[in-house]
Every structure is written in structure tokens, then in C-alpha cells.
């Protein structure tokens, strides 16, 4: 029973590219939610989805953010004309349903880097 | 504004001695409180959770304890090993409409 699979694991780009994050959830989980860790910070929330929704985007920046969670596939968090300060590790993590007694279960993380 | 606080950035301990790791919270409207663990590289693994209407909940070496009076957890790991050295993030749910991780705790378990 596979994990939450991110990728690609390591993704560098230049500034005013593109940057594109997979995730695919446990098999079973509808329930998607998008993470920023800045180094030496915690995890800052950025969004949540479920198919095809997106729930809750509180945490996304207004700009250059996107996420989407399609019916078939993966979970995409967008992120275009990248700039330095985009460098950080962003995590995705996914429930079966909503709840603290449902705990959310992450990936390894896709770690971006800005030139 | 941070609603969930873990004031120790860092926590070294010997092995075979206890492990407490604090966290604190604002808002009262949280119903479930999780504890993760993180190593480099890797993502939060989930470790244990309490609901709020509990005030303790232990599963094996790990025991977390909730004070809602004093808007505080406490993870307490006994004994503590030297594969328990990792990130601990403390963790908040309020009823799924908002989940809120604190900045997180590295402990280190010196042999």
C-alpha cells in the first residue's frame, strides 16, 4: 500500500520559470493538502483540496500559486515566474476524510530550488 | 499570529532518560491536537493525537498529555532512544477547518 508520492524530489529552476509539484495521495484518500517549509521554519499551510474542489486556499499567495486536484491523476501546485524566495520544501499530505482523528499522512517532499 | 507554539527549538536528552516536548495554543476552538516526527529528507510521519475532551493518551513509549485550562500539550517519549532524535512538530485541528502546525522541536538523544 503505497504512500503519499511526491514529485519530482529535487526541482531546480531560474527565476521566471515555471515550477510544477505532483502528488499523488494514498490510494483511498480524497482529501489533499498542500505544505511550505521555509528552512529552519515549520510547516505553513497552503491549501486544501479534494477532487476536483479546492476547499480551503487561506494559505496560498495571491499570485503565481495555483493548485488543482483533477479527477484523474495527481494533485498540481503551479507555481509560475518562480523568484528566489519560492526556494523551500514543499510538502503535500492527504486524509480519507477531515478531522484530527483522521491524521493527515505526508510525502518526502519536493525540495525547489530558485537560481 | 501564531496559534500553535513550541517555545524550545531544541531539546538534547540521554538515552534511556524521559523526553518532554511542550506546546502551547491560542485558540480554544482546536478539537484534536497531533504529534509528527520529522527526519532530514523525509516528510512528517504522524506519531500519536489526543482529542480535546481527553487529557491523556499514551501508545508505547509515547504518552501526550493535555491541560485545556492552560492551553498546553506535552509529548513525553520514555525511554528515549537514539533513533527518536528528529524534528517533533506539534500539530492543531479545529474540526478540520483548520490545521496549524507548530514550528517545530529538534531533539537529540545522546547515547
Known amino acids: 500500500n503505497a504512500g503519499v508520492m511526491q514529485n519530482p524530489r529535487h526541482l531546480v529552476r531560474r527565476r521566471g520559470q515555471e515550477a510544477r509539484l505532483r502528488c499523488s495521495p494514498m490510494?483511498?484518500?480524497?482529501?489533499v493538502y498542500w505544505y511550505r517549509q521555509l528552512p529552519e521554519e515549520g510547516l505553513k499551510f497552503m491549501v486544501y483540496?479534494?477532487?476536483?474542489?479546492?476547499?480551503?486556499e487561506s494559505g496560498m499567495p495571491k499570485e503565481r500559486f495555483s493548485a488543482e486536484f483533477p479527477k484523474e491523476g495527481p494533485s498540481i501546485l503551479r507555481i509560475q515566474q518562480v523568484v528566489r524566495g519560492d526556494s523551500a520544501a514543499y510538502f503535500c499530505?492527504?486524509?480519507?476524510?477531515?478531522?484530527?482523528?483522521?491524521?493527515?499522512?505526508f510525502g518526502d517532499g519536493t525540495r525547489l530550488s530558485i537560481l | 499570529d501564531q496559534q500553535v507554539k513550541q517555545n524550545s527549538p531544541s531539546l538534547s536528552v540521554q538515552e534511556g532518560r524521559i523526553s518532554i516536548l511542550n506546546c502551547d495554543y491560542t485558540?480554544?476552538?482546536?478539537?484534536?491536537f497531533l504529534w509528527y516526527k520529522k527526519y532530514p529528507a523525509e516528510g512528517p510521519t504522524f506519531l500519536i493525537s489526543?482529542?480535546?475532551?481527553?487529557d491523556k493518551n499514551e501508545d508505547g513509549r509515547f504518552t501526550v498529555f493535555l491541560n485545556k485550562s492552560a492551553k498546553h500539550l506535552s509529548l513525553h517519549i520514555v525511554p528515549s532512544q537514539p533513533g527518536d532524535s528528529a524534528v517533533y512538530f506539534c500539530a492543531a485541528d479545529n474540526y478540520g477547518q483548520n490545521f496549524v502546525f507548530g514550528p517545530g522541536t529538534r531533539l537529540s538523544v545522546l547515547p
Open positions: 490510494k483511498g484518500h480524497s482529501h
Open positions: 489526543i482529542s480535546s475532551i481527553k
Open positions: 483540496l479534494q477532487k476536483e474542489n479546492i476547499i480551503d
Open positions: 485558540n480554544s476552538m482546536f478539537d484534536y
Open positions: 499530505a492527504s486524509s480519507p476524510s477531515v478531522g484530527g482523528n483522521q491524521p493527515q499522512h
